[in-house]
């Protein structure tokens, strides 16, 4: 059962946050609203906790928080907000407890978002950090873990990197991502009435902002239409009251049809990126994360994957 802490934060979200994807101009105004206030600075207290460094890559911040003595592996964290809004404190928090229990290095590039830039330069930024990371560590070291928007970049900059013949990463960590921006299964509409934050109209007018007229149902927008079979072993984490948790479960289906070793962590009552939200079920889930990355069990949660299974048919239907 939904701990009472999310069902505070989902009706908080219905009577806030909800209103800026109701509509096209809404969304705007959140996005002129958010600029005026944004700051994509590591708080305070991480600076306290871990040596941080700032480097910038094509004239954008690039954050790196510096492994644990004698760890080689490194988080390429890319963080969501619709590519339209910054990074918040509340993925710094996520970054900060997995810099703290993994030890790992964690790059955070504050990669130019939309409607000031779009596609091209959002994938060229991230691109020439990963390629500055494969100067410094083994593919095999590397993991790339995103929220929503962010979760959709991951799998779409390992699609361009193996494109390229660039190694891949071993491992991605999608939670709660924006994997078919088409927005075309009927099971979304049913979805969106479900969710207390994410809503079409505003998803739609966030899509046209960033995807430089790319067609929606072209694989750089939506990766579910790309070659699955070059990703990594992946944890995808998603909640049943996320709109976008349907086509999720069509992606992981896929994947693993195509053999790519998949595990879900499907939250009953949860909403879109509730990992990064502090509640019962948030420390549920960043378990799951650690234990995912910190050995090599798989998969995480043997006795989920049956029932995982059957919603992703039923979600394909």
Do not use: C
């Not at 505070?8 to 105004?29: D, G, I, M, T, W």
């Not at 911040?61 to 492994?67: N, R, T």
Request: net charge negative; proline share 7%; no cysteine.
């Amino acid at each position: 059962m939904p701990s009472f802490k999310s069902h505070v934060v989902s009706f908080v979200l219905r009577h806030s946050r909800k209103k800026a994807f109701s509509s096209p101009e809404n969304l705007q105004r959140w996005i002129a609203a958010a600029r005026k206030t944004e700051d994509h600075r590591p708080p305070a207290s991480l600076h306290r906790r871990f040596d941080i460094e700032t480097r910038l890559v094509d004239g954008f911040p690039v954050y790196e928080i510096a492994p644990r003595a004698g760890e080689r592996k490194r988080i390429l964290y890319l963080h969501g907000g619709a590519y339209v809004f910054e990074i918040t404190p509340y993925h710094w928090h996520l970054i900060a407890e997995m810099a703290d229990r993994l030890g790992y290095g964690i790059t955070v590039p504050i990669y130019p978002i939309a409607p000031e830039h779009d596609f091209h330069a959002m994938f060229g930024m991230v691109g020439d950090v990963y390629r500055r990371m494969l100067d410094e560590a083994e593919a095999d070291d590397i993991i790339f873990m995103g929220d929503s928007a962010g979760g959709n970049m991951a799998v779409v900059l390992t699609m361009m990197a193996a494109e390229d013949g660039l190694p891949t990463p071993s491992r991605h960590v999608l939670i709660s991502p924006g994997l078919d921006m088409s927005l075309s299964n009927p099971k979304l509409f049913e979805a969106e009435r479900n969710d207390p934050w994410l809503g079409i109209p505003g998803g739609l007018e966030a899509i046209r902002l960033y995807s430089a007229g790319i067609d929606r149902n072209d694989w750089h927008i939506s990766p579910l239409y790309g070659d699955l079979s070059v990703l990594p072993k992946t944890l995808l984490l998603t909640g049943s009251r996320d709109l976008l948790t349907p086509d999720n479960l069509i992606f992981a289906e896929k994947a693993r049809a195509v053999g790519v070793e998949i595990d879900v962590v499907h939250e009953h009552g949860m909403v879109h990126v509730w990992p990064l939200i502090d509640m019962p079920e948030s420390r549920r889930a960043r378990q799951h994360i650690v234990d995912f990355l910190n050995d090599n069990r798989w998969p995480v949660m043997q006795d989920n994957r049956a029932s995982v299974v059957g919603a992703s048919a039923q979600a394909a239907e």
